[in-house]
Protein backbone atom coordinates (compact mmCIF):
# COMPACT_ATOMS: atom_id res chain seq x y z
CA UNK A 1 0.00 0.00 0.00
CA UNK A 2 1.87 3.29 -0.93
CA UNK A 3 0.70 6.60 1.07
CA UNK A 4 0.24 9.72 -0.76
CA UNK A 5 1.98 12.80 0.83
CA UNK A 6 -0.84 16.04 0.93
CA UNK A 7 0.55 19.15 1.63
CA UNK A 8 0.79 20.44 5.08
CA UNK A 9 -2.37 22.21 5.71
CA UNK A 10 -4.52 18.94 4.25
CA UNK A 11 -2.17 16.75 6.60
CA UNK A 12 -2.90 18.84 9.20
CA UNK A 13 -6.74 18.58 8.90
CA UNK A 14 -6.70 14.57 8.21
CA UNK A 15 -4.34 13.97 11.15
CA UNK A 16 -7.41 14.79 13.28
CA UNK A 17 -5.39 16.30 16.19
CA UNK A 18 -5.14 20.13 14.87
CA UNK A 19 -8.24 21.16 14.56
CA UNK A 20 -7.71 24.64 16.60
CA UNK A 21 -4.34 24.99 14.14
CA UNK A 22 -6.18 24.66 11.19
CA UNK A 23 -9.40 27.01 12.21
CA UNK A 24 -6.47 29.68 13.47
CA UNK A 25 -5.02 28.91 9.42
CA UNK A 26 -7.58 29.79 7.94
CA UNK A 27 -8.69 32.04 10.21
CA UNK A 28 -5.21 34.33 9.49
CA UNK A 29 -5.63 33.61 5.27
CA UNK A 30 -2.39 31.68 5.51
CA UNK A 31 -3.75 28.23 4.20
CA UNK A 32 -2.84 29.27 0.37
CA UNK A 33 0.92 30.31 1.59
CA UNK A 34 0.59 26.84 3.64
CA UNK A 35 -0.38 24.94 0.84
CA UNK A 36 2.30 26.49 -1.70
CA UNK A 37 5.17 25.28 -2.84
CA UNK A 38 7.57 25.35 0.39
CA UNK A 39 9.32 23.61 1.68
CA UNK A 40 8.14 24.15 5.02
CA UNK A 41 9.48 23.53 8.10
CA UNK A 42 5.93 24.03 10.85
CA UNK A 43 6.67 23.18 14.43
CA UNK A 44 2.16 22.38 14.80
CA UNK A 45 1.07 23.09 18.11
CA UNK A 46 -1.85 19.77 19.06
CA UNK A 47 -5.01 21.01 19.91
CA UNK A 48 -3.90 19.77 23.51
CA UNK A 49 -1.24 22.52 23.58
CA UNK A 50 -3.63 24.83 21.97
CA UNK A 51 -6.22 23.96 25.12
CA UNK A 52 -3.26 24.57 27.64
CA UNK A 53 -3.45 28.53 26.94
CA UNK A 54 -5.35 30.98 29.46
CA UNK A 55 -9.07 30.44 28.69
CA UNK A 56 -10.66 32.32 26.15
CA UNK A 57 -6.85 33.02 23.96
CA UNK A 58 -8.07 31.13 20.70
CA UNK A 59 -11.26 32.30 20.70
CA UNK A 60 -9.75 35.87 21.59
CA UNK A 61 -6.95 35.36 18.12
CA UNK A 62 -9.71 34.06 15.61
CA UNK A 63 -11.73 37.27 16.06
CA UNK A 64 -10.95 39.51 12.54
CA UNK A 65 -9.63 42.11 13.86
CA UNK A 66 -6.95 40.15 15.51
CA UNK A 67 -6.32 38.27 12.02
CA UNK A 68 -2.49 40.07 12.08
CA UNK A 69 -1.52 39.34 15.41
CA UNK A 70 -3.05 35.51 14.85
CA UNK A 71 -0.97 35.32 11.25
CA UNK A 72 2.27 36.60 13.60
CA UNK A 73 1.92 33.66 16.02
CA UNK A 74 1.42 30.94 13.30
CA UNK A 75 4.09 32.33 10.94
CA UNK A 76 6.48 32.19 14.27
CA UNK A 77 5.95 28.01 14.11
CA UNK A 78 6.78 27.87 10.28
CA UNK A 79 10.63 27.96 9.09
CA UNK A 80 11.45 28.17 5.23
CA UNK A 81 13.43 24.93 4.55
CA UNK A 82 12.75 21.56 5.20
CA UNK A 83 14.11 20.60 8.31
CA UNK A 84 14.29 17.07 9.60
CA UNK A 85 15.07 15.62 13.10
CA UNK A 86 18.38 14.14 12.21
CA UNK A 87 19.04 17.67 10.90
CA UNK A 88 19.14 18.85 14.61
CA UNK A 89 20.16 15.72 16.48
CA UNK A 90 22.92 16.71 19.13
CA UNK A 91 22.94 20.50 17.93
CA UNK A 92 21.37 23.69 19.50
CA UNK A 93 20.48 26.01 16.26
CA UNK A 94 18.50 29.57 16.04
CA UNK A 95 16.72 29.39 13.20
CA UNK A 96 14.98 32.51 11.63
CA UNK A 97 11.02 31.70 11.61
CA UNK A 98 8.70 33.16 8.53
CA UNK A 99 7.79 36.21 10.58
CA UNK A 100 11.49 37.02 11.67
CA UNK A 101 11.41 35.93 14.77
CA UNK A 102 14.47 33.45 15.77
CA UNK A 103 13.52 30.01 17.29
CA UNK A 104 16.15 28.29 19.98
CA UNK A 105 16.26 24.60 18.69
CA UNK A 106 17.69 22.54 21.45
CA UNK A 107 18.17 18.63 19.90
CA UNK A 108 20.52 17.63 22.61
CA UNK A 109 17.96 15.48 24.29
CA UNK A 110 15.38 14.86 22.21
CA UNK A 111 14.20 18.10 20.28
CA UNK A 112 12.84 21.21 22.20
CA UNK A 113 11.62 24.17 20.10
CA UNK A 114 11.83 27.61 22.35
CA UNK A 115 11.08 24.79 25.29
CA UNK A 116 8.18 23.59 23.88
CA UNK A 117 8.72 19.58 22.92
CA UNK A 118 8.86 17.73 20.13
CA UNK A 119 6.42 14.91 20.43
CA UNK A 120 6.47 13.96 17.10
CA UNK A 121 8.51 14.56 14.22
CA UNK A 122 9.43 14.48 10.46
CA UNK A 123 5.88 14.01 9.26
CA UNK A 124 6.00 14.03 5.35
CA UNK A 125 4.56 16.60 2.99
CA UNK A 126 4.61 17.30 -0.35
CA UNK A 127 5.97 20.71 0.41
CA UNK A 128 8.03 20.16 3.56
CA UNK A 129 7.24 18.30 7.01
CA UNK A 130 5.29 18.68 10.12
CA UNK A 131 6.58 18.72 14.02
CA UNK A 132 4.37 18.04 16.53
CA UNK A 133 4.84 19.88 19.39
CA UNK A 134 3.24 20.40 23.04
CA UNK A 135 3.18 23.92 23.20
CA UNK A 136 1.98 27.19 21.31
CA UNK A 137 5.24 29.16 20.89
CA UNK A 138 4.48 33.25 21.51
CA UNK A 139 6.87 35.68 19.60
CA UNK A 140 8.15 38.44 21.92
CA UNK A 141 6.54 41.40 21.53
Same mark, same amino acid.
Request: proline content about 4%; glycine content about 6%.
Given at each position: MTTTLHDIV???????????????VTAAELGATLKGAGP?????????AF????AGTVEDLVKP????????ILTYHVMAGKV????VSG????? @? *? &? #? $??KLHVDGTAG @? *? &? #? $?????????ACTNGVIHVIDT???PKA
Open positions: DTAAAAGSFKTLVAAFTVFAPSDEAKLPENKAKLAAMAADKKLEP @V *T &V #N $GG @V *T &V #N $GAKVTTADIVLM
